[in-house]
């Protein structure tokens, strides 16, 4: 089991990283050296000022009422996910520090209630959302204009979240971010090691499978059609000129 935690949480983490930052960096630059249209691409209707076209650029970013126009269900999916990814997102940064005021608000005993339940929360979301996505992309209208490319992402959002959740639900009252933290910290050493708690327990298949669906996402996410995600903003921009 050590073996596998070595592919999938150590060696798997430095490639998918190298590979994701090379590929983001080669994104931005053939986004940068993409000749500007001389004709305008803003959309009526359009705000008359900067500020105005700023805060639409947010809007149409962050709050997509066109989606929401469009297709109610699929934008309270989206929004659902993307909540509970943030909140997935700020709770994962524990493995880098503890955040200084919870545990000393809560104890370190309510500190972990609360991350189990706010991690338990955050996982059901994104899950349900998913499996949303799975079924509006294998039943009714959108499966004939679906492509392998669709069910692939999904497949990895998938299986990141549903080892994700295995962690929380099934190991989340036995190894705490404490444990997990040992082992992140000593791979941003670039001196990886495992604590006893990972290597003795089941936990550890867990662990090295969430982590090997996290590598494939993040080798697979700049040559994707996710990748617009990043861009969100500058073209949202663009939209409003």
Request: hydrophobic share 55%.
């Amino acid at each position: 089991m050590e073996t596998y935690l070595q592919i999938t949480s150590v060696w798997g983490v430095y490639l998918s990283i190298a590979v994701f930052v090379a590929g983001m960096a080669w994104r931005i630059w053939e986004w940068s050296t993409t000749p500007r249209s001389p004709i305008p691409l803003g959309m009526f209707p359009k705000p008359r000022t900067g500020t105005g076209r700023f805060f639409k650029m947010l809007k149409d970013t962050f709050i997509a009422p066109q989606s929401f126009r469009i297709e109610p269900w699929m934008w309270l999916a989206a929004m659902a996910f993307h909540i509970a990814a943030l909140g997935a997102f700020v709770g994962h940064l524990r493995l880098i520090h503890e955040f200084p005021f919870l545990p000393s608000l809560l104890g370190e005993a309510g500190m972990n209630t609360f991350a189990a339940w706010s991690g338990s929360i955050a996982g059901v979301l994104m899950l349900g959302a998913i499996l949303f996505w799975i079924a509006r992309r294998t039943t009714g209208p959108y499966k004939t204009i679906s492509v392998p490319e669709d069910y692939l992402l999904l497949a990895l959002l998938f299986g990141v979240v549903i080892m994700g959740d295995h962690m929380r639900f099934v190991y989340g009252s036995i190894v705490h971010a404490a444990t997990y933290r040992e082992w992140f910290l000593s791979l941003l050493a670039f001196k990886p090691a495992f604590p006893v708690e990972l290597t003795s327990s089941n936990v550890a298949f867990s662990l090295g499978t969430h982590m090997l669906f996290v590598d494939l996402f993040l080798i697979y996410f700049p040559f994707s059609k996710l990748v617009h995600t990043v861009g969100a903003l500058a073209s949202n921009y663009v939209r409003s000129e």
